[in-house]
């Protein structure tokens, strides 16, 4: 695997495969580019596929510092940047949905493409007018329990989240692959930017996603009801939802030949111009 320098020095590494459009596939939390190896080699026949390991995780540098969705975003853009791509379509799945909303908070929607989010709802706290929140980490409380469970030993921690975001019998082999995955991090990192990623709001930013977008989502989510991710298709202007139906949260691998077709076709097509961006609030 390749690899490259964030802007604060940390190096991160990457894999890139196919030819065509370019396409950056995102990962949730605690898992690396292997959460992609039911996809990689079908979406690579019609794009440019990147598959990095997020800061933190798999073989990427893992500082003591930057446990924030925003020092992932700019991660986003450094990739972008040391691989010379222009414009490309980029696919967050969970985390790496919300990856994609401070990425365009932070440096507007016009370095990318098209953009597809995958199970995530737009805030996981509970709040009094939201109530379409994660279905476990969604207060001070849950946070400090997945912190808690972290630390009591990643092996146990792995199997567990298997079972909360796979409702579909996956390959054993892919699971163990999974599981060593995980095991690469460090549960403080994991429990630092969970407890980041867990309490931001991204509604009034979605409006501002002005790029072309795919919206995908479980009926089974063991993570969001699908009434809160379904609410990302409501608030990103150019967006088209798509529920698995029966599936959970890694949906990618529970159903991977309608993801990949649904997303290669998203992909590899001539992108449209974003919409203009809606004015700031006075």
């Not at 991660?75 to 985390?95: K, N, Q």
């Not at 009094?128 to 329990?145: A, F, L, M, N, Q």
Request: proline share 8%; aromatic share 8%.
């Amino acid at each position: 695997m390749p690899s490259f320098k964030a802007s604060d020095g940390v190096e991160l590494w990457y894999r890139c495969t196919g030819s065509g459009p370019a396409l950056i596939l995102l990962h949730g939390w605690s898992g690396s580019h292997r959460s992609f190896d039911l996809n990689v080699e079908a979406l690579s026949q019609r794009c440019t596929v990147v598959t990095p390991d997020l800061r933190f995780h798999g073989n990427s540098g893992k500082p003591s510092w930057g446990f924030h969705v925003a020092r992932l975003a700019s991660d986003l853009l450094d990739l972008i940047t040391a691989c010379g791509l222009e414009r490309p379509a980029v696919c967050g799945c969970s985390l790496g949905a919300a990856i994609i909303w401070s990425f365009v908070e932070l440096f507007g929607p016009d370095p990318l493409g098209k953009v597809c989010f995958v199970d995530q709802a737009p805030s996981q706290w509970r709040m009094p007018d939201w109530p379409h929140c994660s279905k476990g980490i969604y207060d001070d409380e849950t946070v400090g329990r997945i912190s808690d469970a972290l630390h009591a030993g990643l092996a146990d921690f792995a199997d567990g989240n298997a079972a909360c975001c796979l409702t579909a019998r996956v390959d054993a082999a892919l699971l163990e692959t999974l599981k060593a995955e995980t095991q690469k991090c460090e549960p403080a990192h994991l429990a630092a930017l969970m407890a980041d990623h867990a309490r931001l709001h991204w509604r009034p930013v979605l409006p501002r996603v002005t790029l072309p977008a795919l919206n995908l989502y479980g009926t089974e989510s063991g993570c969001f009801p699908p009434e809160g991710c379904a609410a990302v298709g409501d608030l990103v202007p150019n967006c088209r939802s798509e529920a698995f139906e029966g599936c959970n949260h890694w949906l990618y691998m529970e159903q991977p030949e309608k993801f990949n077709k649904l997303l290669g076709d998203f992909a590899s097509r001539k992108a449209a111009m974003p919409m203009p961006m809606p004015p700031m609030p006075t």
